[in-house]
């Protein structure tokens, strides 16, 4: 069976391709490359899962693999943030990280993420390499672990060392001075015992739901979203918060609600942090989002004079910049963010916290920050939907994704972008991006228009476009 590392690495079903000796296979794959790659025995790698069901099993296989392979293994000793383990990679000086985590997908999911030693998502050039060798061992007639000789390893706390990470960068004592309330929902996931935490250690009054371990996630995907977060609406409605905070699975995604229960959309907490970062912190640089997210941080961008870098859809690709420290903050409209200083990774940990902190530090909420930015820049509007991958579609795909027309229902063409997918940029600033999701079997479709009524029509004509 091949196994595929898609944008933020591989994913499949529990006990169906995610079995335990896929598990190793992947596990001995990695520990190959790195050997290939030159790694001298006794290098460290930090393994970490997050609550999903089974997910300290097969953490604990991969550590006694990693073993096997005359590595050194820090296994974390409870369900943990991806962030944190990013964190957590650069502090303890290791070799790279394992992480058993789906993110957000359905609860019938696990995965693997391998991040490289920078804490960064390896690069595709990686796990091309990763994907070669797994398909190796798959076809070798005598591979087999020997991993009972591996009953010990050391168990690992990250916790500490991030915590008083954020705490150099974030404004606790702005956000405590305000004095609000906030509400957060880790969705079952790992955030819980790390945002509310910190919140709490800087005497800030914070309400915690489903703050226990759910391997079913309350039978959804847990994933930061407005339609799973009306729990965190009465929340906030009730202790009249100043912010409703979420995570999802792994707590690399954010989801925020303004003090009225308004979803602010990834789209928009990206451009206003940018705005609030530039500001507040008086960095320049500039920011970086990729090909599917939102131009409203691009206007914010150029009311400040400062550059934008476009990337292909996954982090990874932001995160190479924020080690270049090349920019003050990079986002994606899939709820994933980063800033100056901060690790290669997405953090919706932070994200949350710069959220309150921009609240607290302004003294308005997320909603009135808006509208002072569409009074600067002017009002954009965001959307996407997801086409089934079906084997029709599959198979038309290539063929339609290489067209280039001069319209689509009508709208003229005057750039067609192919980082990743293509997107087609419409003469009258519009924008419409088709391209297959690397995380379930389905077409993505993205658009960006200047109403809500214009943007429903050209969603649904990219829609049509598929399907012809």
Same mark, same amino acid.
């Given at each position: 069976?091949?196994?595929?590392?898609?944008?933020?690495?591989?994913?499949?079903?529990?006990?169906?391709?995610?079995?335990?000796?896929?598990?190793?296979?992947?596990?001995?794959?990695?520990?190959?490359?790195?050997?290939?790659?030159?790694?001298?025995?006794?290098?460290?790698?930090?393994?970490?899962?997050?609550?999903?069901?089974?997910?300290?099993?097969?953490?604990?296989?991969?550590?006694?693999?990693?073993?096997?392979?005359?590595?050194?293994?820090?296994?974390?000793?409870?369900?943990?943030?991806?962030?944190?383990?990013?964190?957590?990679?650069?502090?303890?000086?290791?070799?790279?990280?394992?992480?058993?985590?789906?993110?957000?997908?359905?609860?019938?999911?696990?995965?693997?993420?391998?991040?490289?030693?920078?804490?960064?998502?390896?690069?595709?050039?990686?796990?091309?390499?990763?994907?070669?060798?797994?398909?190796?061992?798959?076809?070798?007639?005598?591979?087999?672990?020997?991993?009972?000789?591996?009953?010990?390893?050391?168990?690992?706390?990250?916790?500490?060392?991030?915590?008083?990470?954020?705490?150099?960068?974030?404004?606790?004592?702005?956000?405590?001075?305000?004095?609000?309330?906030?509400?957060?929902?880790?969705?079952?996931?790992?955030?819980?015992?790390?945002?509310?935490?910190?919140?709490?250690?800087?005497?800030?009054?914070?309400?915690?739901?489903?703050?226990?371990?759910?391997?079913?996630?309350?039978?959804?995907?847990?994933?930061?979203?407005?339609?799973?977060?009306?729990?965190?609406?009465?929340?906030?409605?009730?202790?009249?918060? *100043?912010?409703? !905070? $979420?995570?999802?699975?792994? =707590?690399? #995604?954010?989801?925020? %609600?303004?003090?009225?229960?308004?979803? &602010?959309?990834?789209?928009?907490?990206?451009?206003?942090?940018?705005?609030?970062?530039?500001?507040?912190?008086?960095?320049?640089?500039?920011?970086?989002?990729?090909?599917?997210?939102?131009?409203?941080?691009?206007?914010?961008?150029?009311?400040?004079?400062?550059?934008?870098?476009?990337?292909?859809?996954?982090?990874?690709?932001?995160?190479?910049?924020?080690?270049?420290?090349?920019?003050?903050?990079?986002?994606?409209?899939?709820?994933?963010?980063?800033?100056?200083?901060?690790?290669?990774?997405?953090?919706?940990?932070? *994200?949350?916290? !710069? $959220?309150?902190?921009?609240? =607290?530090? #302004?003294?308005?909420? %997320?909603?009135?920050?808006?509208?002072? &930015?569409?009074?600067?820049?002017?009002?954009?509007?965001?959307?996407?939907?997801?086409?089934?991958?079906?084997?029709?579609?599959?198979?038309?795909?290539?063929?339609?994704?290489?067209?280039?027309?001069?319209?689509?229902?009508?709208?003229?063409?005057?750039?067609?972008?192919?980082?990743?997918?293509?997107?087609?940029?419409?003469?009258?600033?519009?924008?419409?991006?088709?391209?297959?999701?690397?995380?379930?079997?389905?077409?993505?479709?993205?658009?960006?228009?200047?109403?809500?009524?214009?943007?429903?029509?050209?969603?649904?004509?990219?829609?049509?476009?598929?399907?012809?």
């Amino acid at each position: 069976m091949a196994i595929r590392f898609g944008t933020s690495g591989w994913r499949a079903v529990i006990a169906d391709e995610f079995t335990f000796d896929n598990v190793r296979r992947v596990t001995q794959a990695i520990c190959k490359y790195l050997h290939f790659a030159g790694t001298e025995n006794g290098a460290k790698l930090i393994v970490g899962y997050d609550t999903r069901f089974l997910g300290e099993r097969f953490a604990s296989e991969c550590v006694k693999e990693i073993m096997a392979n005359n590595f050194k293994a820090l296994m974390c000793d409870h369900p943990t943030p991806t962030p944190t383990i990013s964190h957590a990679i650069r502090a303890e000086r290791a070799l790279g990280g394992i992480n058993f985590t789906a993110s957000h997908n359905p609860p019938e999911y696990n995965g693997i993420k391998f991040s490289t030693a920078d804490g960064a998502p390896a690069l595709p050039d990686v796990t091309r390499q990763v994907e070669k060798i797994i398909n190796e061992i798959a076809v070798s007639s005598n591979h087999e672990s020997h991993t009972e000789r591996f009953a010990e390893f050391e168990s690992y706390d990250p916790r500490p060392d991030y915590i008083a990470d954020l705490k150099s960068k974030i404004r606790f004592d702005v956000i405590a001075q305000a004095g609000g309330r906030y509400a957060y929902d880790p969705l079952w996931g790992t955030g819980r015992g790390y945002l509310d935490d910190m919140l709490r250690r800087h005497n800030i009054e914070v309400e915690t739901i489903h703050n226990w371990r759910d391997v079913m996630f309350g039978g959804r995907s847990p994933e930061p979203d407005s339609t799973h977060l009306d729990e965190l609406r009465e929340a906030v409605a009730r202790n009249k918060c *100043a912010l409703g !905070l $979420a995570t999802d699975g792994d =707590a690399d #995604r954010f989801g925020v %609600l303004d003090a009225n229960g308004r979803f &602010i959309t990834p789209n928009e907490l990206i451009a206003l942090l940018f705005d609030y970062l530039a500001e507040s912190r008086g960095w320049t640089g500039g920011v970086a989002r990729s090909v599917a997210t939102s131009h409203l941080v691009d206007r914010v961008a150029e009311a400040r004079n400062l550059p934008v870098y476009e990337t292909p859809v996954g982090f990874k690709f932001i995160g190479e910049l924020i080690n270049e420290d090349k920019i003050i903050l990079g986002g994606e409209e899939s709820a994933g963010l980063s800033m100056r200083g901060h690790y290669p990774e997405k953090d919706g940990i932070l *994200a949350c916290l !710069l $959220a309150a902190e921009s609240v =607290a530090a #302004r003294g308005a909420s %997320l909603s009135d920050q808006l509208e002072a &930015i569409y009074t600067r820049v002017g009002r954009i509007e965001s959307g996407r939907i997801g086409v089934r991958l079906t084997p029709q579609l599959l198979a038309s795909l290539p063929e339609k994704l290489k067209r280039d027309p001069a319209e689509i229902g009508g709208r003229r063409i005057k750039r067609t972008n192919r980082t990743d997918g293509v997107k087609f940029i419409f003469e009258d600033g519009s924008w419409l991006l088709m391209r297959p999701s690397g995380t379930e079997p389905m077409v993505r479709i993205y658009a960006e228009s200047e109403s809500m009524k214009d943007l429903e029509v050209l969603l649904e004509q990219g829609r049509k476009y598929l399907l012809d």
